[in-house]
C-alpha cells in the first residue's frame, strides 16, 4: 500500500507536533507525522518519572493548546515561580493533542514504531514492512534534535558485574536497597536525581556527585513570563544586553551575565565554559550544594566495586552503593542547514533557546510567506550551545531573526500573540500609559542596539 501526503513529517517529538499543529491552523494541507516510537511527544516517553519541565509550561507545548493551569508552584525549591509540567503531565498534553485535534481533524495521520528512511520510504519497525510515500508539497525533518537521554543509552563507561548501575528512570524503584548512592553527570538530569534524593530524605553525606564540567545555568528567576514577574523579567533582559554591550572577552561576558544575576554557577571557584541553557532556580542550587562529596576528575571510564576511575584519577568507592548514569547528551551537536530548501523543511532552533516556539513559527511562515528566501530571512538557524562561546555564536542569528520579525508587520503581529513566544505577549499587553513599564521596554530596546553594536568585536574574540 502507499500513502499519499502533502506534508511528510519525521518525528512526533515537540518539533514535528508543533509544527503540524501551527500549518492545520493555517492551511488545508494534509500531514503525516511518523515516529519510531509507539505514541507523540519523542523524548518525554522515556524520562524518568519525577522529570519536570526547566521552562514554566505556560510556554511550552504547541501554539493552540495551552499547557498547564497557569499556576505556581507550591512547594520545593521552585515555590513562587511558574508552573513546571512533570513528565506523564507533558505525555498526557501530546497525547490529547494528537487524539483531540490532529487526529480529530481529519487531515492528519500518525505512524508509529516507523522509520523514515534516507530514500523517504517508510519501514514499519515491529513487521519489516516497507511502504512508500508521495509526499506531495514537503518533507519536514523533526528529527533534527532527536534528543539522547539515560534509558535510550548505554553509558560510556565499564562497571563490574556485581556493581549496580542505573539510569534515573530505576531511581526510585531501587534506592530503598542501597546506603550510598554516586549520581554521574552534571547537566539538568544529574541535578533532578540528586535533588531527588535529598528531598526523598536521603541525607547529602550518603551521596556522592562525579561531576564531568561544570557549566553554567540559567537563573529561573528571570525566565517567568508571567505579568506578574514583568519588571524582574524585562530589567534583567535589559541587564542581558548591557552585559552583552560592555563585555570585553567571552569569559567577562559571563561574568556580566552572573553579575547581573542571569546566570548561575554551582561552585564560585570554578569558572565553566559550558553553557547549554539548562536553568536552575537559586533554591535548587542551594540543595545542589549541600553534597560535598563531589569528584572532578573528568568522565568515569570505569567502577569497580571498591574502586571509580575516572579520565584523571580514581577514588575510593562503597560496594554498597547505586551508580545513577546521568550521562547522555541530550542534544547531541548537530551542524546547522537552512531551515527552507525546496521540499525540504529541517526544523532547527530559530530563537534562542525556544525549540517548540521555533517549529510554530516555521509553519507560520511556511504557510504566509510566498518564498524561502524571505523565509529564511527571518529563521536563520542558530547552532545549538555546548560552550559560552557557542552562545555568543548563536546571538548573532538570534538578534538577527528577532530584529527581522519584527520589522515583517505580519510576522510581528504573530510573534506578539504567539503563547510559545511566552515575552512579547506580556511586553505587547503594556498599556501606552503605563510609564514604569514602557521605561523598562525601552531600556530593552537601547540596550539591545548596544549588545548588537559590540557582538562582532565578542565575535571575533573567540577561539
Ligand atoms: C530532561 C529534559 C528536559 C527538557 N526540558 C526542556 C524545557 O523545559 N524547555 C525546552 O524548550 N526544552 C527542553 N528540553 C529540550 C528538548 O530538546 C526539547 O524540549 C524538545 O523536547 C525536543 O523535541 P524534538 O521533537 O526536537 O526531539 P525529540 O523529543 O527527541 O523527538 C524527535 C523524534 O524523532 C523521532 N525520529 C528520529 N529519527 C526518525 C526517523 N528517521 N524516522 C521516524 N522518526 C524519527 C524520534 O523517535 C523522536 O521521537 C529538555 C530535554 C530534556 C532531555
Known amino acids: 500500500m502507499s500513502l499519499e501526503t502533502d506534508y511528510l513529517i519525521i518525528g512526533a517529538g515537540v518539533s514535528g507536533l508543533a509544527f503540524a499543529d501551527e500549518l492545520l491552523s493555517r492551511s488545508d494541507a494534509t500531514m503525516t507525522l511518523v515516529d519510531k516510537r509507539c505514541a507523540p511527544g519523542g523524548h518525554w516517553n522515556d524520562a ?30 521552585n515555590a513562587g515561580f511558574m508552573e513546571l509540567a512533570e513528565g506523564p503531565e507533558i505525555l498526557n498534553y501530546f497525547h490529547a493533542l494528537m487524539r483531540d485535534r490532529l487526529l480529530e481533524s481529519g487531515r492528519v495521520r500518525f505512524v508509529p514504531n516507523s522509520e523514515v528512511l534516507g530514500d523517504g520510504g517508510i519501514r514499519h519497525l515491529l513487521s519489516g514492512d516497507h511502504q512508500k510515500i508521495k509526499v506531495r508539497r514537503k518533507t519536514v525533518d523533526a528529527s533534527w534534535y532527536t534528543n539522547a537521554v539515560p534509558r535510550t543509552q548505554t553509558p560510556r563507561f565499564l562497571a563490574a558485574p556485581e556493581v549496580a548501575v542505573c539510569p534515573p528512570n530505576e531511581l526510585p524503584p531501587l534506592a530503598g536497597r542501597f546506603e550510598r548512592f554516586t549520581v554521574i553527570g552534571s547537566g539538568k538530569t544529574g541535578m533532578d ?36 514577574f514583568f519588571e524582574d ?41 559550558v553553557f547549554h541553557a539548562a536553568t ?18 573528568g568522565h568515569v571510564t570505569h567502577i569497580h566495586p571498591d574502586q571509580v576511575q575516572l579520565e584523571r584519577g580514581e577514588i575510593p568507592a562503597d560496594p554498597d552503593t547505586l551508580y545513577i548514569a546521568c550521562t547522555a547528551t541530550a ?12 521540499e525540504r523543511i529541517t526544523l532547527q532552533m530559530v530563537r534562542f533557546p525556544q525549540i517548540p516556539f521555533s517549529a510554530a513559527l516555521c509553519a507560520f511562515l511556511e504557510a504566509e510567506l510566498d518564498s524561502d528566501e524571505e523565509r529564511n530571512a527571518l529563521a536563520a538557524p542558530l547552532p545549538l550551545p555546548d560552550t559560552v562561546s557557542d552562545y555568543v555564536r ?25 503563547r510559545l513566544d511566552g515575552y512579547s505577549r506580556i511586553a505587547a499587553a503594556v498599556s501606552p500609559d503605563d510609564d514604569r513599564r514602557r521605561a523598562i521596554l525601552d531600556e530593552v530596546k537601547s540596550a539591545s542596539m548596544a549588545g548588537a553594536a559590540n557582538l562582532g568585536a565578542l565575535m571575533q574574540s573567540l577561539d
Open 193 to 228: 536525581a540528586v535533588v531527588w534524593l535529598l528531598e526523598n530524605g536521603v541525607p547529602p553525606d550518603r551521596i556522592r556527585w562525579i561531576l564531568g564540567r561544570d557549566a553554567w545555568f540559567l537563573n529561573r528567576a528571570y525566565t517567568q513570563p508571567g505579568d506578574a
Open 331 to 342: 542534544l547531541p551537536p548537530r551542524p546547522v542547514r537552512p531551515v527552507f530548501e525546496g
Open 233 to 273: 523579567t524585562f530589567s534583567n533582559f535589559a541587564a542581558q544586553r548591557r552585559a552583552l554591550a560592555e563585555a570585553s572577552d567571552v569569559r567577562d561576558f559571563a561574568l556580566r551575565l552572573e553579575a547581573c544575576g542571569a546566570w548561575l554557577r554551582l561552585d564560585p571557584d570554578i569558572h565553566p565554559d
Open 394 to 418: 548563536a546571538l548573532m542569528p538570534d538578534m538577527m531573526n528577532r530584529y527581522a520579525c519584527a520589522k515583517h508587520p505580519k510576522v510581528r503581529e504573530w510573534v506578539s500573540r504567539s
Open 48 to 77: 524518568y518519572s519525577f522529570v519536570k519541565l526547566h521552562q514554566p509550561s505556560v510556554f511550552y507545548g504547541v501554539e493552540s493548546t495551552p499547557m498547564g493551569r497557569d499556576r505556581l508552584e507550591t512547594t520545593g525549591p
Open 280 to 297: 536552575v532556580s537559586e533554591g535548587e542550587l542551594a540543595q545542589l550544594r549541600r553534597i560535598t562529596d563531589t569528584a572532578r576528575l
